[in-house]
């Protein structure tokens, strides 16, 4: 009897569906494009633009509405970040964290972006910085790149002089003034621009 019932729980396990493979960290996934050739690089930085529905259950509010924005910024960004992926060499992750002063200006200010703590990762090949913010979608990473100019385009249109206060927006006090300037920037907040604009001309580097 116990031999039957061993054979019908060996049966029953067969029968289970095989558990889905864990998602590729982000260091194993872009090792397998660093060092293609450039047609398969492009086609696969193509595929990291997120869609407008990503876009608004990844970025928060004040961000929703810049998706046609961020399309344009990322499409001018890609041959660099295809670019940047033309080599074989290590690739080193580590969590996209405020104030981290090896930041890039965009992936900084792509931290203002995204809500508090959210999973975001960065990249570099061989100790270099690629230029991006990875996100998970489901069992696939997607990236935001060229935000930092969709900001400074938003400041430019309201307040001209004020938007050289983000070439600067990195870490300390003029990335916390930053974050303001493009928060009001986003939402033609111009009274808040303004107060924002005149704080980072003491707080921001000429």
């Avoid at 633009?49 to 890609?78: N, P």
């Avoid at 981290?100 to 809500?115: I, K, S």
């Avoid at 002089?161 to 974050?179: K, M, N, P, Q």
Wanted: aromatic share 6%; with cysteine.
């Amino acid at each position: 009897m116990r031999a039957v019932l061993a054979l019908v729980g060996a049966c029953r396990d067969e029968e289970r569906p095989a558990p889905p493979p864990a998602p590729r960290s982000l260091a194993d996934y872009l090792t397998t494009i660093a060092g293609t050739d450039e047609a398969s690089r492009t086609l696969e930085v193509a595929a990291w633009r997120l869609d407008e529905a990503t876009w608004k259950r990844t970025v928060v509010a004040t961000y929703r509405g810049a998706h046609a924005d961020y399309l344009r910024a990322f499409d001018a960004r890609s041959p660099a970040l295809v670019s940047a992926l033309a080599n074989r060499g290590a690739i080193t992750t580590r969590a996209h964290f405020a104030g981290d002063p090896e930041l890039t200006r965009g992936q900084a200010q792509t931290r203002w972006a995204l809500p508090v703590q959210y999973p975001s990762e960065i990249a570099e090949l061989d100790g270099v910085a690629i230029d991006a913010v990875f996100v998970r979608d489901g069992d696939r990473w997607r990236a935001i790149s060229g935000l930092d100019s969709v900001l400074r385009a938003r400041t430019h249109a309201i307040e001209p002089a004020c938007a050289v206060h983000l070439d600067h927006a990195r870490v300390g006090r003029c990335a916390e003034i930053g974050w303001v300037i493009a928060d009001a920037a986003l939402l033609a907040d111009t009274a808040r621009l303004a107060h924002a604009c005149s704080l980072a001309a003491n707080l921001c580097p000429r």
